[in-house]
């Protein structure tokens, strides 16, 4: 009940408080400083944007095309990942506040036959990645993926096909009672939206949050190209760097498909703790976390790390991009990094990268 009562309070404040004082957001040296550090590191580009309050810095460094030469910009498009969770997971939240899902609906109920072990997964478990089921991109030992990415025809399975081949590997555990990362999680929840709503998930992720929010540079793709402007992502494959930006995101669809800003990001996160999106109720459920390791837990398509206060937020691994986004509990601070290598990304970033946090956070 303690927890509610905070939930409802802070979802009051945020609306009624004045903007946070001057703090990162002002420290653009740092910032500056910190960013330059991480391209050094090895990164082609990056993208830095911190909102405290009102005010709100957006810079970016390095390259967004190394063939051409062409700067990074701050309001380039690019892959985010599983950033995307965060999203889907708000969506099959609004659906339960509608009464159209239970969190403890089974996946059997709307998906019958579609997992062995089907009447024993809830949509809580697959929310917060206690259902057991198998990553399917591990299948193979991540050779499936590769060979998905690096095949520009498009020939890429359908999200039941996806489900299928975790489905053929036994289950990680008992429903419930473990946590492991898994991204068929998320296809499985994007298959019972469209059960539930009778509509693509696309377009209950547009209608949704998309155009209500105004995320115009905001998409779900399901095709390699990426429109407007935007980064060009990079991963290392042995001793060459390949361009993986026209790679098909088909693969990833729910759980990893959408393409955005650091400016869209951030307005998304602050909706979303400002309690504009979910109920206090639904949001409590959201923050409510299962242990994931190294002091980090995960809620409902939500992370919560420990940095000076603890932030809530997510990151986004998809070949040729990385990013992570993280807000204080109200939403009155934040922080998007964005940068446009995967994979064996330099051991240099790292420091860079916890520095971002300590001037965004911390100061």
């Known amino acids: 009940?303690?927890?509610?009562?905070?939930?409802?309070?802070?979802?009051?404040?945020?609306?009624?408080?004045?903007?946070?004082?001057?703090?990162?957001?002002?420290?653009?040296?740092?910032?500056?400083?910190?960013?330059?550090?991480?391209?050094?590191?090895?990164?082609?580009?990056?993208?830095?944007?911190?909102?405290?309050?009102?005010r709100t810095v957006r810079m970016a460094a390095g390259l967004g095309r190394?063939?051409?030469?062409?700067?990074?910009?701050?309001?380039?498009?690019?892959?985010?990942?599983?950033?995307?969770?965060?999203?889907?997971?708000t969506v099959v939240l609004q659906l339960v506040g509608e009464g159209k899902l239970s969190l403890d609906d089974t996946v059997e109920r709307w998906l019958p036959g579609v997992l062995p072990d089907g009447d024993q997964i809830t949509i809580r478990q697959l929310l917060n990645h206690t259902s057991g089921l198998f990553d399917y991109l591990g299948d193979g030992g991540g050779a499936l993926l590769k060979r998905w990415y690096l095949d520009r025809s498009g020939r890429v399975p359908d999200p039941r096909q996806l489900v299928g081949i975790a489905a053929s590997?036994?289950?990680?555990?008992?429903?419930?009672?473990?946590?492991?990362y898994s991204n068929t999680g998320y296809v499985v929840l994007g298959l019972i939206v469209e059960a539930a709503t009778g509509h693509p998930l696309t377009d209950e992720l547009a209608t949704r949050l998309f155009a209500p929010l105004g995320l115009r540079a905001t998409s779900f793709d399901t095709t390699p190209r990426?429109?407007?402007?935007?980064?060009?992502?990079?991963?290392?494959?042995?001793?060459?760097?390949?361009?993986?930006?026209?790679?098909?995101?088909?693969?990833a669809w729910a759980a990893g498909a959408i393409v955005s800003t650091?400016?869209?990001?951030?307005?998304?996160?602050?909706a979303l703790l400002g309690c504009e999106l979910l109920g206090p109720q639904l949001l409590e459920e959201m923050?409510?976390?299962?242990?994931?390791?190294?002091g980090k837990g995960y809620g409902l398509g939500l992370e919560r790390w420990t940095v000076c206060p603890d932030v809530w937020g997510h990151d986004g691994v998809v070949p040729g991009y990385e990013n992570l986004v993280f807000s204080t509990a109200d939403g009155g601070r934040q922080l998007v990094v964005a940068f446009n290598?995967?994979?064996?990304?330099?051991?240099?970033?790292?420091?860079?990268?916890?520095?971002?946090?300590?001037?965004?956070?911390?100061?």
């Open 66 to 89: 190394r063939s051409t030469h062409t700067s990074m910009r701050p309001s380039d498009r690019f892959r985010v990942g599983s950033v995307t969770k965060t999203f889907v997971a």
């Open 1 to 54: 009940m303690a927890r509610r009562l905070i939930a409802t309070a802070l979802c009051g404040l945020a609306a009624l408080l004045p903007a946070a004082p001057a703090g990162a957001a002002t420290n653009t040296n740092e910032l500056r400083d910190e960013l330059r550090s991480l391209v050094a590191a090895g990164v082609p580009g990056a993208i830095v944007e911190v909102r405290d309050g009102s």
């Open 226 to 251: 990426i429109a407007g402007h935007h980064a060009h992502g990079y991963e290392k494959l042995g001793r060459r760097i390949r361009d993986f930006t026209a790679a098909n995101p088909a693969s």
């Open 169 to 180: 590997h036994p289950a990680l555990f008992a429903p419930g009672s473990q946590f492991s």
């Open 341 to 363: 290598r995967s994979g064996n990304v330099p051991t240099g970033a790292a420091p860079a990268i916890n520095r971002l946090f300590v001037t965004a956070f911390c100061g």
């Open 262 to 270: 650091s400016d869209d990001l951030v307005r998304f996160y602050r």
């Open 287 to 294: 923050e409510t976390t299962v242990p994931m390791g190294h």
